[in-house]
């Protein structure tokens, strides 16, 4: 709703300060305000402090971060990949069978996460496959977890999608394929980028699941940050919390920048 009145507009910024200031600046405040603290026991932090960031940013901490980046980045390339076919396959379907085929993808969105990592558990620590105590487990869990949004993020963009260009391709000689891969993607690449960077934001953060599958091994950054504050060492969860918190805002920055320059092309 539009605002014209300067009153109104004054009173729309008060009230979403009043909203944004405690639901969601304030958590993030006092978690950068205890990763540079020693001691927290009144209403403030006493003592300043670099030494958390010291160790959340080397050893099993420097480890962890880059097998977030790995476990998001690869998860997100296969949700990405099996969404947005699935939504290119789906399009070609009636209003039914795209229903039902949404719904299949929302599934895993639908239940809490800890039913998905004890499906993906139960199912591949039998023959034909057995993933459990492997890094593919978690990969392929976060991708399940995600998929479901790389699907929606497609599906709405082709809708969206003037069927103009590929009727003019078509109409010039082009095969399905090369109307595909030179005409549909690149009018698509704008959503696929946005599809990704939410992807990997969500990978990078999720808990749940991965509780229940990671291996010794392959110990991501959130576990690291949970198994932190659960010894006592809040601080030092802190600053892990940023850290993690920094690496995925500079990966979705640097999708956004992508996706403005494919939005221009």
Not at 44 to 61: D, I, K, L, M, V
Not at 139 to 165: E, K
Not at 220 to 226: E, N, S, T
Request: proline share 6%.
């Amino acid at each position: 709703m539009l605002v014209h009145s300067r009153g109104a507009r004054w009173a729309t910024w008060a009230l979403f300060l009043v909203l944004f200031l405690p639901l969601f600046a304030l958590p993030l405040l006092v978690i950068l305000a205890a990763s540079f603290s020693e001691h927290w026991s009144g209403a403030f932090p006493s003592g300043f402090t670099a030494g958390h960031y010291a160790s959340a940013t080397r050893g099993e901490s420097l480890q962890a971060l880059t097998t977030s980046l790995v476990t998001a980045v690869s998860a997100s390339l296969l949700a990405l990949t099996v969404g947005a076919w699935a939504a290119l396959a789906a399009a070609s379907l009636r209003r039914g069978g795209r229903r039902l085929l949404d719904a299949l993808f929302m599934l895993p969105v639908a239940v809490p996460s800890v039913v998905v990592g004890l499906a993906v558990l139960v199912a591949f620590s039998k023959p034909p496959m057995i993933l459990n105590g492997t890094r593919w487990i978690v990969i392929l869990a976060h991708a399940i977890l995600v998929t479901a949004f790389a699907h929606q993020s497609v599906a709405a963009a082709l809708v969206r999608l003037d069927p103009a260009y590929e009727q003019a391709a078509a109409s010039l000689g082009a095969r399905p394929s090369y109307v595909l891969w030179k005409v549909k993607l690149p009018l698509l690449l704008p959503s696929l980028t946005a599809a990704a960077g939410l992807c990997f934001a969500l990978s990078m953060g999720e808990l749940s699941a991965t509780m229940m599958l990671y291996p010794p091994d392959w110990l991501p950054l959130p576990v690291q940050i949970y198994a932190a504050t659960d010894r006592g060492s809040t601080f030092t969860g802190a600053a892990v919390a940023m850290v993690l918190m920094a690496a995925t805002l500079l990966v979705l920055f640097t999708v956004s920048r992508i996706r403005t320059r494919a939005s221009y092309r």
